[in-house]
Each structure stands twice: as C-alpha cells, then as structure tokens.
C-alpha cells in the first residue's frame, strides 16, 4: 500500500492557462474523490468517481473544471483558463467500496499546491 | 445547507495539559461526523467516525465524543508530536459521498 499519489506537487502557471493534475488512488480502492483547500480552510468537495462514473459534482464547480477518471483508475482534474482565485491546494482522496456498510474513511494525497500568477 | 464550524481556531498547551476541540454542526440528517488530522504540507489523515450521539471512540492521547449538535476532541496529556491541524466533518444522507468540512483547530503543544 502506497498510499494516494499526486503529481505534481506544486505548479505555477500563468493567469488564462489550462493546467492538469493526476491522482493514482490506493489501487484496490473504488471510490476517489476531489477536493480543494484553500489556507487556513478546510477542504472543499469537487467531485467524486465510483469506479469510471462521475456520481457527483460541486454546484459550485465552474464549468472551466473537468475531471476524468478512465478505466476507474487514475483520475486527472483538468482547469481550464485558469484565474487567479483558483490558487488553492487540491486534494485527492481514496475510500475502498463499502457496499452498504457507511465507512467514509477517507485516505488522501499530499495534494498539488497551484499558484496562479 | 450544511455547516460545519470548529472553535477554537488555534489552541496552544503545554505538554501534558489536556483540552478539548469543540465542533458544532448543522446538517439534514446526520450519516456520520468524522475527525481527520492535518500536518503542514499534507493531506488530512483520518482518525475517527462517530454515527449516533452518545458514542465515544479513543486513540491513544486522543478521545472523540458526539451530541446532537456537538463533537468534542479531547486532547490528554498533549504531546509536541500532537501538534497539527484538527479537523472535522459531517456527511448527510442525501449527499451522496461529500464530506462538509469545518475550517480547523490549528493545535499546538508546548515542550
């Protein structure tokens, strides 16, 4: 178990360009999840995969944001012209398929820092 | 809409003096409420899940109770290694998967 993995830990990129990050979930786990996080806050729901369906998406979620999970394993977060309040830490998490039993124990990446200039 | 809020927002203790971090939440129907530890530069690390009010669960230092409106993480005999940030979250029946985060308690102990 090697826990989630993001890349890249940081990117710095200019106002107006699209950016794309990766997140490898646990690999048994079915469940993965966006999250993001701005200083001094907690994390913010994105969206979330079960498998390779997109079950739900933030209302608050821009339409300049895309995610995709292929296959149901690795998923990339896509933000297209991106502005500078999109400045933020986003996170993946990664929960194993529960079936009915409510177990939201989420395991999260170190997530990747963006800066938008 | 739910509501998470954490107080206070930053604890400082010396070691081995022992406090409480108090959440209080707002949502729907409660599915669970679930406290997560966050280090500098990484991503919260789970530590507990509550379901029905009355229940307590423990871990080392560490002891999280719920109400009907509260939780309460209580900290004894802090360590230096207990220092970081404490957070919690509700998860509604409705709401699918999403977890509604309050802001933090930012904890730090003392040598």
């Known amino acids: 178990d090697t826990g989630v993995s993001q890349n890249p830990r940081h990117k710095i990129t200019k106002r107006g360009q699209n950016v794309t990050f990766r997140c490898d979930p646990i690999s048994e786990h079915n469940r993965l999840y966006w999250y993001r996080q701005t200083l001094g806050q907690g994390p913010e729901f994105l969206t979330y995969f079960q498998n390779e369906a997109q079950l739900e998406k933030s209302r608050l979620l821009s339409d300049r944001f895309s995610a995709e999970r292929p296959k149901g394993s690795f998923s990339t977060l896509e933000i297209q012209r991106t502005e500078q309040g999109d400045s933020a830490m986003y996170l993946c998490?990664?929960?194993?398929?529960?079936?009915?039993?409510?177990?939201?124990?989420?395991?999260f990446g170190s997530g990747t820092q963006l800066s938008v200039l | 809409e739910d509501q998470v809020t954490q107080s206070p927002e930053a604890l400082r203790l010396q070691e081995g003096e022992s406090s409480s971090l108090n959440c209080s939440y707002t949502?729907?129907?409660?599915?669970?409420l679930f406290w997560y530890r966050q280090d500098p530069g990484k991503g919260p690390e789970f530590l507990f899940t509550l379901y029905s009010a009355g229940e307590e669960k423990e871990k080392e230092r560490l002891k999280a109770t719920l109400t009907k409106k509260e939780s309460f993480l209580h900290i004894t005999a802090p360590k230096p290694e207990d220092s970081a940030t404490y957070l919690c979250?509700?998860?509604?029946?409705?709401?699918?998967?999403?977890?509604?985060f309050g802001s933090g308690t930012q904890l730090t102990v003392l040598p």
């Open positions: 998490a990664s929960s194993p398929h529960g079936g009915r039993v409510t177990n939201e124990k989420l395991f």
């Open positions: 949502v729907s129907g409660l599915r669970g």
């Open positions: 979250a509700v998860q509604a029946y409705g709401s699918a998967r999403q977890l509604t």
